[in-house]
Each structure stands twice: as structure tokens, then as C-alpha cells.
């Protein structure tokens, strides 16, 4: 038997068997590398979702450190800001144009909302001329006035007064005693003449829309200048 015939090869045969060498050689290469990167990516992802999970429990703690932290801040200052004590009811003297509402509040009968009401009202009016406006304030309580009327004083000269002969309508009817109608009137009885004025108080009860009783009501609040 000769062997070298089965062992020979020409030299096309030759290259061919070289060719497929070169080939699988190339083709474990490559699946040698393809295995590597995946192997380097599945590390890199777990390292990453280790990171992220570390970092989402770190912020998670934090976060509810801190809520917790901002919640007791939070009721040391509500406690804190809480009075100790109410306001202590006095007998001493109040002026009622200059008085704030935490000074009204130490008379006997009123709180914070009566306070509040008392204040604002006597700003639209400019001030108080008799302690029994008081008795004008959304459902003040009689009783409660006739208990503190002895504690209460007024200083008229804190009262602000409306120059009519100045006025607009709209200053005029902002005033809680003058209707639009009443301030409508005062401005155009007083601009019938170039030069015209108002010089007293009855100069101004010229119609049905001003009667003397409103004129008297308003009076402590105007101004002739």
C-alpha cells in the first residue's frame, strides 16, 4: 500500500487546507474575544448595579435623616412660636385711636377678632370722636361695651379729616358715613363756580341727598381749609 497517496496533496489542496486553518483559526479567535467582552460586561453591569443600589440606599437614609430632621425642627419651632400664656385682661385707661389690637385685646370682653374689626374700622373712618362707635363694629356686643365704656378715652385730635373742598367722589365715599350719591352731591354743589367753597357745614345742606342729621354724623371728619 502506498501511503504517500493518501497523504499527498497537490499543491490547489494545499492552499485549501491552509485557507480552512486560517479560517477556524479566526473563528476561535473571535469567539475567544466575544466571550471575554461579555464576560467584562456582565461585571461591569453587576458593579453597576451595585453602585446604584449602594446609592439609592444611601440616599434613601439620608433623605429620611433629614425629613426627619427638618419634622422635629418643624415642632420645636410650632412649640416655640406658641404663646405660654393669654393676653392678661387690664382696668388701666385705653385710647381707642391709637390702641393695637394687642392692646385692645386686654379689655374684658375682647379677642383677636373683635380686635382686628376694631382697628379696621376706625381706619375707614379716620378715627373714633365717641367710644360708642364702638356699637358701629359687625355685632360688637352691647354688654361687652357697657362693661369697658369707664376704660375707654379718645384723643379727637388723631382723627384724620377730608378736606371737601378738595375731595374727589371717590375720597368722599370711601368714608363709611357718605353714601356715592352724598359725595356726588358735595362735589357738584361746590364746582357750580369756578372759585366756589365750602365755609362751614351749612353750606353743604343744599338737597334732599345731604340732610343735616348725616352732615352733623360726618362733621368730626371734615375739613374747610
Not at 487546507?17 to 461579555?38: P, Q, T, Y
Request: proline share 2%; glycine share 4%; net charge positive.
Amino acid at each position: 500500500m502506498n501511503w504517500k497517496a493518501y497523504f499527498f496533496f497537490t499543491k490547489g489542496e494545499r492552499r485549501g487546507v491552509i485557507a480552512l486553518l486560517i479560517v477556524a483559526s479566526l473563528f476561535l479567535l473571535i469567539r475567544v474575544l466575544l466571550a471575554n467582552k461579555l464576560e467584562d460586561s456582565s461585571v461591569a453591569y453587576a458593579e453597576e448595579s451595585s453602585i446604584s443600589s449602594i446609592n439609592i440606599a444611601e440616599n434613601s437614609v439620608v433623605g429620611n435623616a433629614e425629613d426627619r430632621f427638618e419634622d422635629a425642627g418643624n415642632r420645636t419651632f410650632k412649640q416655640s412660636s406658641r404663646p405660654t400664656r393669654k393676653s392678661e385682661k387690664t382696668d388701666e385707661i385705653v385710647e381707642i385711636n391709637s390702641a393695637d389690637t394687642t392692646t385692645f385685646k386686654k379689655l374684658r370682653g375682647i379677642g383677636s377678632g373683635y380686635a382686628r374689626m376694631i382697628v379696621n374700622y376706625r381706619e375707614k373712618l379716620g378715627g373714633f370722636y365717641s367710644s360708642k362707635q364702638l356699637l358701629e363694629v359687625y355685632k360688637f356686643p352691647t354688654e361687652t361695651y357697657e362693661k369697658i365704656k369707664k376704660q375707654l378715652s379718645v384723643d379727637t385730635t388723631l382723627i384724620k379729616k377730608i378736606n371737601v373742598n378738595t375731595a374727589t367722589v371717590k375720597e368722599l365715599k370711601a368714608h363709611p358715613y357718605i353714601s356715592y350719591y352724598q359725595a356726588l352731591s358735595i362735589v357738584e354743589n361746590r364746582d357750580l363756580a369756578p372759585g366756589m367753597r365750602y365755609n362751614c357745614l351749612y353750606d353743604m345742606v343744599v338737597d334732599e341727598d345731604l340732610r343735616e342729621e348725616d352732615i352733623l354724623r360726618v362733621a368730626p371728619y371734615f375739613s374747610f381749609k
